[in-house]
């Protein structure tokens, strides 16, 4: 059964810091991986899918890696914002489902 | 928000009701799934869809039913709701298993 882990469950950091969230997951036959982002009160918001066959991804001031072998992959946040603040998941996806992480809880303070 | 409406928004209901969730889109995804998210559990998946027709349960599937008779509407039925189901339940679509998964605005529901 595939069991996705996000670590750590919460950060704060300063703006401007550069940072990185981590996502491990325990079986390396996925078809993606997907980071998504969660405003409190509000819906998922994609924010990178990395293909199995690709080793990141990246989307402005985001970029994230995927080592299928190991089993982990990375959000890299540049220069971050305090707009930044907000609950990172990671999802894998092995057949028709995508299965979650529990998140990261970000807080960038000014 | 990828054409995805949820509706209601907001709900509540007492034990014992039946309660009805809609998911509707426009965009003409093959797969549609049905999500609740609880503090400490994260997001866990009640029901999934993957055609006209066609569907299948996730890991919490127990009192929750679902149809999908058109492309475009996705429901999911709480029989008879209890309070162990209160929770923000979530639509989301995807195009196909290779695809970006867009989520719905998400209905919150309380059974007292």
């Known amino acids: 059964k595939q069991e996705v882990t996000q670590i750590p469950a919460a950060l704060s950091v300063p703006e401007g810091e550069n940072l990185v969230l981590n996502c491990s997951f325990t079986d390396s036959a996925i078809y993606n991986l997907q980071w998504f982002r969660q405003d409190p009160g509000k819906g998922l918001t994609s924010l990178l899918l990395i293909q199995s066959s690709q080793r990141e991804q990246t989307s402005g001031r985001l970029n994230a890696s995927l080592d299928k072998s190991s089993g982990r992959s990375t959000l890299y946040i540049a220069a971050s914002q305090p707009g930044d603040s907000a609950t990172y998941l990671c999802a894998v996806t092995g057949t028709d489902k995508l299965i979650f992480g529990t998140g990261t809880r970000l807080q960038v303070f000014p | 928000d990828a054409g995805i409406t949820q509706s209601p928004r907001h709900k509540v209901t007492e034990t014992g009701t039946p309660v009805t969730l809609r998911c509707h889109q426009t965009e003409n995804h093959r797969y549609m799934y049905w999500y609740r998210q609880d503090p400490g559990h994260g997001l866990r998946l009640i029901h999934y869809s993957y055609g006209v027709k066609d569907t299948d349960k996730g890991e919490v599937s127990d009192g929750y039913s679902v149809s999908r008779s058109k492309t475009e509407d996705f429901l999911l039925t709480l029989e008879s709701a209890t309070s162990s189901q209160t929770s923000v339940y979530f639509c989301?679509?995807?195009?196909?298993?290779?695809?970006?998964?867009?989520f719905g605005p998400g209905t919150r529901l309380l059974v007292l």
């Open positions: 989301a679509i995807r195009l196909d298993r290779g695809k970006t998964q867009y």
